[in-house]
């Protein structure tokens, strides 16, 4: 149940204001406002995505109609902005979520605004064509300023990987949860056909959620288990590992899956602490990425939490590093490490010298880490899944649709024992 809704101004103003219940004092968006601005609640510098403060959380439904979400979106388009609130929301409660149902309901139209940001953005090469970073923040209701639709289909394979280290760089745990993302800007809804790796295995031992049998029992990619969208129909996917469907206007998911199947990991982590003296210590940390030199991972950080009674870290970087960081967050005792890209194949080296505090501690390694990376890495897979190739159905001989396929890998849990 939701007793009310509200989009703020990076300056606090209202523009967006739904008060469905009544039951939250006077001031709420004042309140709220100030305890985002200036958190400073466990030992973090910015407020959570979501917090508990008298029951209210933040929330933002609208991307899929309005394609950029900012202030200058939501004032263009706040007739919009509060249609789709009466139709989601019905006295607080939620009636639905769903792009293709609202649909039906909403009438406006919604005024498309340019992202200054996405000036900036990669772009993610697939065969011979370019997929532009805007992909993701258009309206899945516009047409183009000339009044035609740009007829074309985006698949993002997005693949969350866990992995635990031991000390000595052996792989404890590892897991892939998958997601094969599309999103449609086609008219008419024509059918579209998805073909996957010719071994792939779905269920250990060949048996598949299907019910079969592969012929070899093992292929070179074997999935634990998937689930499918309700439009995706499966009548060939044994034969030939191709899902047919007919995709619905807007962003959805065609298929999760997850893999526990060990993978080569796209980083190694080494780390070494060495007492340099009564009350010193140095820390070393290096990574390496094990991919292909073609391919770059960006916005890398790594931590690593240090003993309680450390009072000071120096730290000591590469002789020419570039678009790297380093902090020591004293307030939790915590080591961060930033990198803003690291190209396959290269290696990098963090050194710090703590000092502690002379109050009685431990075992210095025991006390310190484990390190853990986040990062993303465009057009790159774990799972070695692949989209052969993306089908339309013709409408006619001239009927050729843009084509998109990328390949994003990101950390959900990557972990290195010390």
């Known amino acids: 149940m939701i007793s009310q809704f509200f989009v703020l101004s990076q300056r606090g103003d209202n523009i967006v204001f739904r008060d469905y219940r009544g039951e939250i004092q006077k001031g709420s968006t004042e309140i ?241 602490i060495e007492e340099t003296g009564a009350l010193k210590a140095e820390v070393m940390i290096k990574v390496r990425a094990e991919f292909s030199s073609s391919i770059t991972a960006n916005t890398i950080m790594v931590q690593m939490p240090l003993p309680k009674y450390t009072t000071r870290a120096s730290f000591e970087l590469e002789p020419g590093a570039i678009g790297q960081t380093t902090n020591f967050k004293e307030a939790n005792r915590r080591l961060e490490w930033g990198l803003k890209k690291i190209v396959g194949g290269s290696e990098h080296t963090l050194r710090a010298k703590l000092t502690f505090s002379p109050e009685s501690h431990g075992n210095i390694t025991k006390e310190s880490g484990p390190v853990s990376m986040t990062f993303t890495i465009p057009m790159y897979n774990a799972s070695r899944l692949q989209v052969k190739y993306l089908q339309i159905a013709k409408k006619s001989g001239t009927y050729n649709p843009y084509r998109w396929v990328r390949y994003v890998t990101q950390a959900n849990s990557y972990v290195a024992r010390i």
């Open 32 to 272: 709220f406002f100030r305890k985002v601005k200036f958190w400073k609640e466990d030992g973090q510098e910015e407020a959570p995505p979501v917090f508990v403060e008298s029951g209210w959380c933040k929330l933002f439904p609208c991307e899929d109609y309005l394609g950029i979400l900012n202030e200058e979106s939501l004032r263009k388009n706040f007739v919009l902005v509060y249609e789709l609130l009466d139709e989601v929301i019905d006295f607080g409660y939620v009636q639905t979520t769903s792009t293709e149902m609202l649909k039906s309901y909403v009438f406006n139209e919604p005024i498309v605004v340019e992202d200054a940001r996405l000036q900036y953005s990669a772009l993610f090469m697939q065969g011979t064509k370019r997929m532009p970073g805007t992909a993701v923040t258009k309206s899945v209701v516009a047409n183009d300023p000339t009044g035609r639709r740009r007829e074309e289909i985006f698949v993002d394979l997005i693949e969350k990987i866990s992995i635990t280290f031991s000390s000595s760089g052996y792989i404890l745990t590892s897991e892939i949860d998958g997601t094969i993302q599309m999103k449609s800007y086609l008219t008419g809804n024509p059918e579209i056909r998805l073909a996957l790796n010719d071994d792939l295995t779905i269920g250990r031992g060949g048996r598949s959620v299907f019910d079969y049998r592969s012929s070899s029992g093992t292929g070179a990619v074997i999935l634990d288990d998937c689930n499918f969208h309700e439009s995706v129909h499966l009548d060939s996917f044994e034969m030939d590992k191709t899902l047919s469907l007919v995709p619905p206007d807007g962003e959805f998911t065609v298929m999760n899956y997850r893999l526990t199947q060990e993978f080569k990991p796209p980083f190694r982590v080494n780390t070494l």
